[in-house]
């Protein structure tokens, strides 16, 4: 073929001239829309009456073929995947049987939820205010005159001229101590019913553990005081051989508090 501009040989099919960049076919360039094809006639709707007729089959289609189970592993831990793919949602039912035979016996077993045994200061601080604020005013006079009981007890009781100060709980307040605990927990067990037998019993024993508690503080004053002169193991100064110290004290006041507070809450009952 020859291009029309330059006379030079070009390609039958070309239709620029690789040449002179010149337009030998116009119609590869042709930009206007084709008519689009017909429309496919619509399917009439089926009467009634006419059962519609099945699809037949495509020919050459293959048909599924459904892929053979792979068989459990034998031994003994196929017992135990079996009884895992049962549980849904469980992870050892998604695990590969092979996996499943090589992963050690410990880790084939869930994890079991351990609870915190610990107390939470915050909780239990939380659960005494809360067993406070339930009390009644003379339950309270009671409580916090068991508390100051108990605490009298980390205090001096006794001052002495070889020993110096003895601790409450180092001898003389042991028992005071123990009753105030034996009260304390009897006004527990009142406040919340825990315990199924005639609450006046439960108000006896709280007044006799108390009252138990400040006579053995009163003894301990009486067994403190020794005026004797004696000399001082620090200095020249005489002093007495025994006297009664602080904590004794305060235990006799709280006494007298939690003795008040347990007629008062009895007079309120009645």
């Known amino acids: 073929m020859q291009c029309p501009s330059c006379n030079e040989e070009i390609d039958d099919g070309a239709a ?44 050459g289609a293959k048909k599924a073929v ?53 107390i939470d200061p915050d909780d239990f601080i939380g659960g005494i205010r809360l067993f406070v604020d339930s009390l009644s005013a003379g339950d309270k006079l009671s409580f916090f005159g068991c508390v100051a009981t108990l605490l009298s007890c980390f205090f001096p009781w006794k001052e002495t001229v070889v020993d110096g100060d003895v601790l409450g709980l180092a001898g003389p307040g042991l028992v005071t101590f123990l009753m105030g605990c034996l009260t304390l927990v009897v006004l527990t067990l009142r406040v919340n019913k825990s ?58 006041l709280a006494g007298g508090l939690t003795g008040f507070g347990t007629v008062l809450g009895l007079k309120g009952k009645n």
Not at 80 to 106: C, E, F, H, I, T
């Open 66 to 118: 459904a892929k053979p189970k792979r068989p459990a592993p034998k031994g003994d831990s196929e017992e135990p995947l079996a009884k895992a793919g049962n549980a849904a949602g469980d992870w050892r039912s998604k695990v590969d049987p092979d996996d499943w035979n090589q992963m050690p016996a410990s880790q084939r077993e869930p994890a079991k939820f351990q609870a915190d045994k610990g």
């Open 16 to 59: 620029i001239c690789p040449q002179c960049d010149a337009v030998v076919d116009p119609s590869a360039f042709d930009d206007s829309p084709r008519p689009s094809k017909p429309a496919a006639p619509k399917r009439p709707a089926t009467k009634s009456g006419v059962k519609p007729v099945a699809k037949r089959p495509v020919s």
């Open 195 to 252: 315990l199924k037998v005639n609450e006046l019993l439960l108000w006896a024993a709280q007044l006799g553990t108390l009252s138990m508690g400040v006579l053995w503080a009163l003894v301990s004053i009486t067994q403190s005081w020794n005026p004797t002169l004696a000399r001082s193991m620090e200095g020249n100064q005489e002093v007495w051989v025994s006297k009664p110290s602080f904590g004794v004290i305060l235990a006799v």
